[in-house]
């Protein structure tokens, strides 16, 4: 049973560029989470989906982020023209609908950096 | 709105002595609680969590916490550490109810352990 997905493992983009993290939640999961892993804090709320649909997005900063979680194909969080402060790992989790253990599950995580 | 507080951000002891990490919460309506280990470079793993029930909540690799609502603390506890249990410890809490289960985590505490 294949945990959670992410790719790239590592990704490097020069200010200026986009970056696209992507996510595969565990089969059956139908909600993903995204989080923001910054050096010395812990992780912090980006962005809650559902197939088709965003939730809460009130983690997410207003300029340059988008998410998204087509009815086919992995989670998307896109950052358009990123900066140096936008290195971080960024953890995507997955949970089951409605009705089940409230657990989250972590995938490995993409680690951005910006030169 | 929720939040939580890891009192020391490294804790240090010798392998067999006890493990305390100290976690205390604040939330409008009663959490859910979690305890995540993270290795170096990996993903979060999820060691624990108290919904409902039993106050004393026992967990993977001989982990365990305690809700006390009185003092809206979750702490962490291993009677005797190993080695394998260097890593950074997150705690976390998302609220009960409604259907948005976004983690609010605290800034996390580093375990080493001396042989």
């Known amino acids: 049973n294949a945990g959670v997905m992410q790719n790239p493992r590592h990704l490097v983009r020069r200010r200026g560029q986009e970056a696209r993290l992507r996510c595969s939640p565990m089969k059956g999961h139908s909600h993903v989470y995204w989080y923001r892993q910054l050096p010395e804090e812990g992780l912090k709320f980006m962005v809650y989906l559902q197939k088709e649909n965003i939730i809460d997005e009130s983690g997410m900063p207003k300029e340059r982020f988008s998410a998204e979680f087509p009815k086919e194909g992995p989670s998307i969080l896109r950052i358009q023209q990123v900066v140096r402060g936008d290195s971080a790992a960024y953890f995507c989790?997955?949970?089951?609908?409605?009705?089940?253990?409230?657990?989250?599950?972590f995938g490995p995580g993409t680690r951005l950096t910006v030169t | 709105a929720q939040s939580v507080t890891q009192l020391g951000s490294h804790v240090s002891v010798s392998e067999g002595a006890l493990v305390l990490l100290r976690c205390n919460y604040s939330s409008s309506v009663p959490p859910y609680l979690f305890w995540y280990v993270q290795y170096p470079n990996q993903g979060l793993q999820l060691l624990l969590k108290?919904?409902?029930?039993?106050?004393l909540v026992k967990g993977i690799n001989g982990f365990e916490a305690e809700f006390k609502k009185s003092e809206t603390s979750f702490h962490l506890t291993k009677p005797s550490a190993h080695m394998s249990d260097a890593a950074e410890y997150f705690c976390?809490?998302?609220?009960?109810?409604?259907?948005?289960?976004?983690?609010?985590f605290g800034k996390g505490t580093l375990l080493t352990v001396n042989p």
């Open positions: 108290y919904t409902t029930g039993a106050t």
């Open positions: 989790a997955s949970s089951p609908g409605s009705g089940g253990t409230y657990e989250q599950y």
């Open positions: 976390a809490v998302s609220l009960s109810g409604g259907s948005n289960y976004k983690l609010t």
